[in-house]
């Protein structure tokens, strides 16, 4: 909020944000090229071919300065093409869950559903303990954060991931990460550019880690790809479809693409030819159009939700005007949509837990649509209970409308998870999975004892 003191204008952009003073008109001229017909041929490749970060990986990698994670075929890998036409490796099993704190603390039925499905499908994973978050949140809102600590924390993590299957008596590098967050998924493959393009920030982190004993014969652990969960889900939406048990052919859904997911390194983002002509990014849309919902286009797609990093701290109305009137408004009355599905964590909080703002406007106005990510409409229309796996009393908005519009009795089902959650007071133990699964096995780890060990792999 913009406040004035002594006649001293105070935002919390720094004096060189000023007030454009643009009329309504002057302010629709300026923004009507995001309601023209913006696709990957017109925004992006126009440009120069850009580089393929990974040619310079191998190199390094050939020159004995770093080791890379590689994905191989004990991962069951399925390859999808990027925005250039290259190829990206999506690792399918032995996943290790890179789990987001905003989902965690926020929408916790967001990594839960992603869970579910993986359990319901037989995928072997990892949940581990011992991972931190990717201080992005830090870096990108507050501006205080700097590339060594960044670049330390992501090659921590994933060298955690390297290590993790040892607590099992597995080789290294039996699980690949699996990135939940969309900001830790952009942060993280920003700051893969800049070591492998930087000797002074490689040796740096070098000294770091080494004080960490996270270095592979001495050098970094750089992985060949960073996966987001929703390519996962996209390289799966068929395997997902075939325990789909709701119809949702008659819902019409719109779709919000994360900007930390396809429009930071956009090389790396995954366009299929089969999804919207392969001129947008493919997750989300290619899952939601393979479960049989029906996909409807709205003029602001292209929009970020309005959260901002910056934005949410020190111009929150800005934050919640621009996901409302840029966002939900038009998704509703342009489009006439059901539900709008995301794939971040910022975006679906912010598109989901500030839609009560649009009553501030005056009576009329208010509008209201149901958000969820889409693993969690995923594990929706594959029978997941929408309380107890899906978790939708989290969303503040009417998740309800959703599943009366997909048959979903919420009424009864809302009065078995309050009888469910009584169970759960008196102490009966309640698990979505082996909680063998849930380890920790750092450096310095000392394994407990089991009373029952863990089944041989495979």
Not at 32 to 53: G, P
Not at 203 to 221: A, H, N, W, Y
Not at 305 to 311: E, K, P, S, V
Not at 328 to 345: F, Q, Y
């Amino acid at each position: 909020m913009t406040k004035e003191i002594s006649g001293e204008r105070f935002t919390g952009h720094g004096n060189e944000w000023r007030p454009s003073n643009l009329t309504p008109t002057e302010a629709q001229r300026a923004t009507s090229w995001v309601e023209q017909r913006i696709d990957k041929r017109s925004m992006l490749t126009t440009t120069d071919r850009v580089e393929d970060v990974r040619d310079a990986m191998w190199q390094l990698e050939k020159d004995g300065q770093i080791v890379v994670h590689r994905v191989t075929e004990q991962h069951k890998p399925v390859i999808a093409k990027t925005l250039y036409g290259w190829d990206k490796k999506i690792p399918t099993t032995q996943l290790w869950h890179h789990k987001s704190c905003g989902q965690c603390g926020n929408i916790p039925g967001y990594p839960v559903s992603l869970l579910w499905l993986m359990n319901k499908m037989g995928i072997k994973y990892l949940d581990e303990t011992d991972q931190t978050s990717c201080t992005a949140w830090n870096y990108h809102g507050s501006g205080i954060g700097n590339l060594e600590s960044l670049a330390a924390v992501f090659l921590r993590n994933f060298h955690q991931a390297y290590v993790s299957a040892k607590a099992q008596g597995l080789p290294e590098g039996y699980y690949y990460p699996l990135v939940h967050c969309g900001t830790s998924f952009g942060n993280y493959k920003e700051v893969r550019g800049y070591l492998i393009h930087s000797a002074k920030l490689r040796e740096s982190v070098t000294k770091i880690l080494g004080k960490l004993g996270r270095l592979v014969d001495g050098k970094l652990l750089i992985p060949e790809e960073v996966i987001h969960y929703s390519e996962w889900l996209h390289v799966m939406r068929q395997e997902i479809r075939n325990h789909q048990v709701i119809d949702a052919s008659h819902v019409r859904a719109t779709i919000h693409p994360a900007c930390h997911v396809y429009k930071m390194v956009p090389e790396d983002a995954i366009y299929d030819e089969t999804v919207l002509e392969g001129n947008r990014v493919a997750v989300s849309t290619g899952l939601v159009q393979a479960l049989g919902a029906q996909v409807i286009d709205y003029k602001t797609w292209y929009d970020c939700c309005g959260f901002g990093f910056r934005h949410i701290i020190s111009e929150r109305e800005f934050t919640r005007s621009f996901a409302i009137d840029r966002k939900i408004r038009v998704a509703v009355e342009e489009a006439k949509s059901d539900v709008m599905i995301g794939h971040d964590t910022g975006c679906i909080t912010t598109l989901d837990k500030n839609q009560w703002i649009s009553k501030a406007a005056g009576e009329g106005k208010a509008v209201e649509l149901p958000v969820m990510a889409d693993c969690q409409f995923a594990a929706m229309v594959c029978g997941a209970d929408p309380y107890k796996i899906v978790q939708t009393h989290w969303h503040a908005s009417p998740i309800e409308t959703l599943m009366e519009k997909l048959g979903i009795d919420w009424r009864a089902k809302k009065v078995e998870f309050e009888a469910y959650l009584k169970q759960i007071q008196t102490g009966a133990a309640d698990q979505l999975y082996d909680p063998r699964l849930r380890i920790t096995s750092g450096p310095g780890f000392k394994p407990i004892k089991r009373e029952v060990s863990l089944p041989p792999p495979g």
